[in-house]
Structure formats: C-alpha cells, structure tokens
C-alpha cells in the first residue's frame, strides 16, 4: 500500500521513528531518575535535623540484639517505655560494665552538623524533638552562654554528686544503705505508674486529667498548676537514673523536660516556672537541676541560670524566705523547695549567689525553736513535719553533722518512728537520718520501707501507685503521694551528699 505512507500524519511518522522512540526512553528514564534522586534529597533534609540520639543499651548488646536503638521521640506516649522490670535489688547485672552509664552515640557522621545559627540558648523543638545536646566538663562551672562545638560527641557526664542513681551503683547503694529487692520492685512498679499518667503533651497534671487513667484511679489532687506537677513526677525518673538523655525511661523524661522548658516566662526578674506559685518554680527549678547534674546537656544551663536568678529574686528581702508569690514573707515547705533547688543547682555547677543563702538562714532562724532543734511553718510554733523539712533545710546551708541542736532535733523526730500516715515528713525525716549516718537509721528506715512497700497499690490501675490519708498533702492527690513514696524509697541513691567532697565543692 504505497499510499499508506503519505496518509499518516506527519507527527505519527516522526513519533514512530526508532530515533525519537529511543529519545523518548532516554527522556522518560532521565526523568524517574531525577525524580527518585530529588525525593531522596528532600527526605535526607526532612530527616537529619530531627535525627534523633541513638542509644545503646549494655543490656540489648548482650542479649545480641541490634545494639542501636533509635529513639523515636515523636511516637505518641507508649503504655511504658520499658522492659518488664527486674524486681531484683541488681537492678544492672555488675557484669556488665557498659551498664553503669549507658554508651551514647551521636547520629551517624553523614548527619550535618547544626548550622551556626542554631547557637545556645537552644529553645525546644515544639514538636518535642529535643535540641541536640553537647558535652560539658562539669565540676567547674559550665560554660554559661557558650555554644556547644559539634565536634564534641554528646555524652552523659554528670557531676560524681548523682553518680550513685545509675546502673550497679544503683543497686550497690540500696543494698549497703538499707533497701531491699521489694523496695527495689515497687520504685520500679512507681515509675511504671507515673509513665502510665503523663498526658500526652509531656507533663503531668495533680488531677489526672489528659492521660489515660481516664477517671480509672481514685483519688486525683485538686491542685492546678502543671509546672510542680511534672517536676514533682520527673523527680523519682531521675532519682532512679533516668534522664532525658539516657536510661530506661528516657522517653518519659525528654517528654517531661521540655514540657517544662517551655513553661519558663522570661521576666526581668529571671524565668519564672511558678505557673500560680513558688512551689512550682522550686519543684522545676530542683528537676532541672537534677537534669543538668546528671546529664551535663549544655541545653539547660540557660533555663537553669534563670531560674535560680528568679529563685534569688523571688526571695523576701526582710525575712529571708520564699512563699506563695515572689516577695511574699516565707513558708518553710515553699522555702525548702527553693534551698533543696539551689543546693541542687550548685551541685550541677550553677553559681548561686551567698547572700541568697545567707538570707534563707535567717529565715530559718526566724521559725525555729529549741535552739534549732524545732522549726514551725511561718512561726516558731513547731510541728514534727515542719522540724523536719527545717533540719534537713539547715544541713543544705551549712550546719555541720555534729552540730548538736540538729543531732537533737533529729532524735526527737525520730523516736516514735516513721508516721504512718505522713509521706512529707517521712520523705524529709528518711534524708536527715541518713545523711547523719544516725544510728537509729536502719531500725527507722526498715520500717518506713516496709510500711510503704505494703501500702502500694496492687489492683487495677492504681497498680504501683500511692494515697494516704494525709489532710495536709491530700491537694496533691495520688500523683504527688506517689512521688513522694518513690522518692523516699530511692533515698539510698538519690540523695544529694551534703557531707561529702563534692558538695564542700559545690559552693555552700
Ligand atoms: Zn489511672
């Protein structure tokens, strides 16, 4: 059909043509390729900066595990961010050494380092991506204001003051100081109920509202404010040796972290955490703290030097103490906060200012009785909880172990053994005897320990958590007595050495 030819249009001709058809490939294939090739490019730009810490457990590299954990920090608030916990006093196998401060890795080296324009302070991420941290050397003051270099690997380095809450040490120190496998079991089963009942923005709220308790435990706290809430539930994770950085509730704590971070107000007065009372700022300001000793991340130290810059600012310039609001004359329960949050702050290598110090021993003065061996709330007019904050506030601003009005003041408290009732005082009580190595101790702490390992919750939701029926801290409801429980069960660790070397390095 000669004529064929000249009846097919001329595009059909020249698109039939073998060379326009191998073109065509070439084009098409070009094309997927540079598709494919910028599609990998966007999501390595997506992925890198939100990289998050790659941890490695001891215990997963032992089992053959992949030893690299990716920690995805943007999954929603998993029912516990743990394995099973070992109700054995070992709370890391002593074989295993990489158990006593967990390896840490930085992303893989293919990862850009942050630009020169993510410089300190490094605000958090909202999307709950935490900031890359850095390194400091702690023992000296960090260097405040100064940007991490990205050549430092990140690594946990905290102060020797917090040493004891990690790994074997852990287990080493309940054991020589008086806890106990059980004990050891209801920390564990405590911490499992307050990961259950952090909400899902990160903190913790006295209510229980925005977790999944949903109404299922008894007994919620009245009292508002989510900065004292999530600092007073963040405390007993790192008393256990849980940071945002590492450990086994690394996950619970970054979330709690910067939850609180990005609570701070900036006034010209310092960064105010109190979200409606000083008890709130003291509480954050003291987990920070803690953070910060444990942890060295550099990300903190801004927050952490404002904070304790509102705590100086905040106090009464006649009486020396804190209360309710900023300037307000003083309360001992509000003002031991902010001296336990200094005294922690300066452990971490925060400077604290001695007139500050000086001013709260005055007030101390001011609500003491018996020499010193009795203090009352905001009079002299003692009680045996508020002897007890008042004594251990005075061993945190310099009286000695052998001073003899507290000596005294101690033994009086602890003559009729630990309440049976009373959380707040048997919290305070437990650190006073143990810091002063007192000889009732073991007789006093067996009981204590006992009577809160066999008041825990053991049925349903509830399951690892506490309530007495205490009139004073009721406000605070099942999350603070849990706390408050976990806290004082973690006393044979957690406990800032005031009569050791590196508190006398400390400052006061
Ligand atoms: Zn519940």
Redesign the pocket.
């Known amino acids: 059909m000669p004529h064929e030819h000249s009846d097919t249009p001329w595009i059909e001709r020249t698109l039939a043509s073998p060379a326009v058809r191998a073109g065509y490939l070439s084009l098409v294939a070009h094309v997927v390729v540079c598709l494919v090739l910028a599609l990998l490019a966007l999501d390595a730009r997506r992925e890198a900066p939100i990289k998050p810490l790659l941890l490695r457990f001891g215990a997963e590299q032992a089992a053959g595990d992949e030893p690299l954990v990716d920690i995805d920090l943007g999954e929603p608030l998993p029912a516990a961010d743990a394995p099973a916990p070992d109700p054995a006093v070992d709370v890391a196998p002593p074989q295993a050494p990489a158990d006593d401060v967990p390896l840490i890795a930085i992303a893989p080296p293919d990862i850009p380092a942050p630009s020169p324009a993510d410089g300190l302070p490094v605000r958090p991420d909202p999307t709950g991506t935490p900031a890359r941290p850095a390194a400091v050397r702690l023992g000296a003051a960090p260097a405040v204001g100064g940007r991490p270099s990205p050549a430092i690997a990140p690594a946990v380095t905290g102060t020797a003051a917090f040493a004891a809450r990690r790994g074997a040490a852990r287990g080493a120190a309940a054991r020589a100081r008086g806890g106990s496998a059980a004990s050891e079991a209801a920390v564990d089963a405590g911490l499992a109920?307050l990961a259950?009942?952090q909400a899902a923005d990160g903190s913790w709220q006295f209510d229980?509202s925005g977790?999944?308790?949903?109404g299922?435990?008894r007994d919620p706290g009245t009292l508002t404010g989510s900065t004292a809430s999530t600092a007073l539930a963040l405390l007993p994770f790192l008393g256990a040796g849980s940071t945002h950085l590492d450990g086994r509730h690394q996950q619970t704590v970054s979330r709690g972290v910067y939850y609180l971070v990005s609570r701070m107000q900036p006034t010209p007065r310092g960064g105010d955490f109190c979200e409606g009372t000083m008890y709130g700022h003291g509480v954050t300001t003291l987990a920070l703290a803690e953070a910060l000793g444990m942890t060295g991340d550099e990300m903190l130290v801004p927050y952490l030097r404002d904070a304790v810059r509102f705590i100086e600012t905040a106090q009464d310039p006649h009486g020396g103490g804190w209360r309710y609001l900023p300037g307000q004359a003083g309360d001992i329960t509000v003002s031991a906060w902010q001296i336990a949050a200094l005294k922690s702050a300066s452990l971490a290598g925060m400077e604290v200012p001695s007139p500050t110090i000086e001013a709260a021993r005055r007030f101390l003065d001011r609500v003491q009785s018996q020499n010193g061996a009795a203090y009352g709330y905001r009079t002299p007019a003692a009680k045996p909880c508020t002897s007890a904050i008042g004594l251990l506030c005075r061993m945190y601003t310099g009286w000695g172990s052998t001073h003899e009005p507290l000596q005294r003041g101690v033994t009086n408290l602890a003559k009729p053994g630990p309440s049976p009732t009373n959380v707040y005082q048997n919290f305070y009580l437990a650190q006073a005897l143990l810091q002063l190595d007192h000889p009732v101790w073991p007789r006093w702490n067996a009981r204590n320990r006992d009577q809160l390992v066999a008041s825990q919750a053991r049925f349903g939701?509830?399951t690892g958590?506490w309530f007495f029926a205490d009139h004073d801290t009721a406000p605070g409801g099942r999350l603070a007595h849990t706390a408050l429980a976990v806290l004082t069960l973690e006393v044979y660790y957690r406990l800032l050495p005031i009569y050791r070397e590196e508190a006398v390095d400390g400052g006061f």
């Open positions: 109920w259950l009942h229980l977790c999944r308790c949903d299922a435990c939701h509830e958590s």
